[in-house]
């Protein structure tokens, strides 16, 4: 089946965890970082998430995601380190331009940070379904119609865009031009985009008025197919983390009180 | 025990001069089949949705009249406390998947989950309407993988699974294959079987001679006859509304076979050779 996710199934621990607990360890991994403002912390974090992927055999997906946030990285610590303001300390002399150590260090920092959050991220969204993190977060109380947007999007795109190349087949088999020059192409569109709209907005309706009858606007309160999936160790792992932000929060609090 | 009960329906739609349905007045009991005719935009489907209380609390308008579901009138009830006595199937069974659900069988549980029904409760009902509608081999299939008969059958089974007591289809084959029409049409009959009644809009004639044990003919707006198929298809004046009658009921015409008691003409296969034996004899 189609599906716009990146969750992979595996059998592995990280997927067996339930997906408030790998949401919790994504909050963690951003906020006690940066409450302790302690950058050993986050790059401890970053470690770890690594290590986990790693253990779940998904660590290469997250190759592409991180050489297109390391480009874009790599410019800010090339601009940081010739320019910015405060620069005083030359590390690296290289004739009509020099490196700063200030500039450097404030670009790596930043670089920290996003590689921790994209890799935390990647912790919870590679061994998650969407439908499930969804779900979990309905039980909890999160609004079902809400939650039904998200969980349909992963599968509604994907078909949505079948439409749209059955419309064009069915545009090109009555003579029209799809391909060649840009103009062209613009004018191949025009005609495209009407149906396409239309047949969207019609399902949509025609989806809303099904959904309404199967009671999705039901006010009593919702139960569920599927059990919860907790295991007994998504609490000892939850209280870990909340632990330690709390912590994290009680230290910031005192430096500041200090 | 669930009785419809229409009595003189007019409803407009919303920025519209005409009424899509004019002063229909008609009852409807438990368990019949009842297969609703009439040409394109006579108000058919409006006339299903007025059942199901989508018109007027989901599309709003000029309305007048009164439905009634048992002692429930339509229009001072939501939807959804309505949804679980009448179900209601759609033409094209692609935008009748909620697309929120990874297997069948978690999309036939969509509904119960919405309405709360306990767990152990929901599981028998899936079995169950999975079984009634032929579908069980695909319960772990991703809904849209489905071919368009299967699917159909899914939105049915996913209605059934709310056990209502009315069923609504309007035109459930039209967007599909013989071969996928043939299912859902076979689907149809066992549910009516079963006591469930059943009101399904239709332009394949032969269909609704064959199942119907009344016929409701609509055109524009008005219940031109709501009667046995018979007496409904033997109108000399059908074609001015828009239906060209069943095969057999013009050979029986051209042949002037006659079912004497009603005065009819044949209406399937079955009858029309009863006739033939009849006059050979
Ligand atoms: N959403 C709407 N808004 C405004 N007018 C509508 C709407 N839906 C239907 N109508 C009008 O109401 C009348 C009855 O339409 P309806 O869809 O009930 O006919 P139908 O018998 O189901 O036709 P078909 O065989 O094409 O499905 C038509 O004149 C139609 O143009
Ligand atoms: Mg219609």
């Not at chain 1, 401890?44 to 290469?60: D, N, P, Q």
């Not at chain 1, 079948?162 to 005609?191: C, H, N, V, Y």
């Not at chain 1, 309706?205 to 959904?211: D, F, G, Q, V």
């Not at chain 2, 509904?111 to 579908?135: H, P, T, W, Y």
Request: charged share 20%; aromatic share 8%.
């Amino acid at each position: 089946m189609k599906s716009m996710s990146l969750y992979e199934e595996k059998h592995s621990f990280l997927n067996k965890l339930s997906p408030i607990t790998k949401m919790i360890y994504v909050v963690a991994a951003i906020l006690i970082p940066a409450f302790a403002g302690e950058k050993m912390l986050a790059v401890g974090f970053m470690i770890f998430s690594m290590l986990l992927l790693m253990h779940s055999k998904v660590i290469r997906r997250t190759f592409p995601i991180l050489g297109v946030s390391g480009f874009v990285v790599l410019t800010v610590l090339i601009i940081q380190g010739l320019f910015r303001a405060g620069n005083e300390t030359v590390v690296l002399d290289m004739g009509p331009v020099a490196f700063y150590k200030e500039g450097l260090l404030f670009a790596l920092g930043i670089a920290i940070n996003v590689f921790n959050i994209i890799l935390c991220f990647c912790v919870l969204v590679l061994s998650t379904k969407p439908s499930d993190m969804v779900e979990e977060l309905v039980r909890k109380g999160f609004s079902p119609r809400i939650g039904y947007v998200f969980t349909s999007l992963f599968q509604l795109i994907p078909q949505m865009t079948d439409r749209m190349s059955t419309i064009t087949d069915a545009q090109k088999s009555r003579g029209m031009e799809t391909e060649g020059s840009l103009m062209i192409r613009m004018k191949a569109f025009l005609p495209l985009i009407s149906p396409v709209i239309m047949s969207s907005f019609i399902d949509t309706k025609e989806r809303a008025i099904a959904l309404e009858v199967r009671g999705f606007n039901a006010k009593n309160k919702k139960t569920f197919l599927n059990e919860s999936t907790k295991i007994p160790v998504d609490n000892v792992i939850i209280i870990i983390l909340v632990v330690g932000i709390v912590c994290s929060i009680g230290w910031r609090i005192m430096t500041w009180l200090r | 025990m669930a009785e419809i009960k229409v009595e003189n329906l007019k409803y407009r739609y919303p920025y519209t001069e005409k009424l899509a349905l004019d002063g229909i007045t008609c009852e409807i009991k438990q368990g019949e089949f009842i297969g609703v005719i009439g040409k394109n935009g006579s108000g058919k489907s409006t006339f299903c949705q007025a059942l199901t209380g989508l018109v007027p609390t989901f599309y709003r308008g000029a309305y007048g009249g009164k439905v009634f579901i048992d002692e429930i009138e339509v229009k001072n009830v939501e939807v959804d406390d309505l949804c679980q006595k009448v179900g209601i199937v759609f033409q094209n069974p692609f935008n009748q998947v909620t697309g929120s659900k990874l297997t069948v069988y978690e999309e036939i549980a969509f509904g119960l989950e919405n309405f709360g029904i306990e767990r152990s409760q929901m599981r028998k009902r899936i079995d169950e309407s999975l079984a009634l509608l032929d579908i069980a081999k695909y319960k772990d299939r991703a809904p849209f993988d489905l071919s368009g008969g299967q699917m159909q059958r899914m939105a049915i089974a996913s209605i059934i699974a709310m056990e209502p007591e009315i069923i609504i289809l309007d035109e459930p084959t039209s967007q599909l294959d013989p071969q996928g029409s043939e299912e859902v049409f076979q689907a149809v009959q066992k549910l009516s079987q079963k006591g469930i009644t059943v009101i399904m809009v239709e332009h394949k004639i032969e269909k609704i001679a064959a199942y119907s044990d009344r016929v409701m003919l609509l055109d524009d707006g008005k219940l031109v006859d709501f009667d046995i198929p018979q007496k409904v298809f033997s109108r000399t004046d059908l074609e001015e509304h828009g239906v060209v009658p069943p095969t057999y009921t013009r050979i029986g015409k051209a042949l002037n076979l006659r079912v004497s008691e009603t005065d009819t003409y044949p209406v399937t296969l079955q009858e029309a050779e009863q006739l033939l034996a009849h006059r050979q004899e």
